[in-house]
């Protein structure tokens, strides 16, 4: 399970640290794509297989599902760390999320997020972090925690 928060900067070739305990937790390589909400997400081997097989069984005759289908794969990349346990972020998720220098890493369960600093700080700033109001939605929504 990956939890957490980490501040890192992206180098000169688009390379950034995957946190020590992340990297305890991926295999050799692991993948990485467009996510929601402006950042990148990460999935080991055994994650990206369950969205794979999720993704698969969308139907196709929806153009959402075709959307989101291609939106998700054209750009996944499957990446690994090099002895500094670095990794590269490639060009067009870099532009996709505005990550130019400081990103954070963070945990969210089964998968991991980078986010540019930026972007961060302001969703962290937003509404979307009030858990009081989140809770009421999950709650009426029927979901009980």
């Known amino acids: 399970m990956?939890?957490?928060?980490?501040?890192?900067?992206?180098?000169?070739?688009?390379r950034v640290s995957l946190p020590s305990r992340f990297r305890?937790?991926?295999?050799?390589?692991?993948?990485?794509?467009r996510g929601m909400d402006g950042c990148l997400f990460i999935y080991d081997r055994t994650q990206w297989k369950i969205m794979d097989r999720k993704i698969s069984q969308l139907h196709l005759t929806a153009?959402?599902?075709?959307?989101?289908s291609r939106?998700?794969?054209?750009?996944?990349?499957?990446?690994?760390?090099?002895k500094q346990g670095r990794f590269l972020i490639?060009?067009?998720?870099?532009?996709?999320?505005a990550?130019?220098?400081d990103v954070v890493i963070i945990g969210v369960s089964d998968r991991i997020e980078i986010w540019a600093k930026e972007?961060?700080?302001?969703?962290?700033?937003?509404?979307?972090m009030d858990l009081d109001a989140l809770t009421e939605t999950l709650n009426d929504d029927g979901?009980?925690?």
């Open 63 to 68: 153009k959402a599902a075709r959307n989101f």
């Open 2 to 14: 990956f939890i957490g928060e980490y501040n890192h900067s992206v180098d000169l070739k688009g």
């Open 119 to 128: 972007k961060w700080d302001e969703f962290v700033s937003s509404d979307a």
């Open 24 to 33: 305890d937790e991926l295999s050799d390589t692991f993948f990485i794509t």
């Open 143 to 145: 979901i009980d925690l």
């Open 90 to 97: 490639p060009p067009q998720l870099r532009a996709f999320a």
């Open 71 to 82: 939106a998700f794969y054209s750009g996944a990349m499957e990446v690994g760390c090099d």
């Open 99 to 101: 990550i130019e220098r």
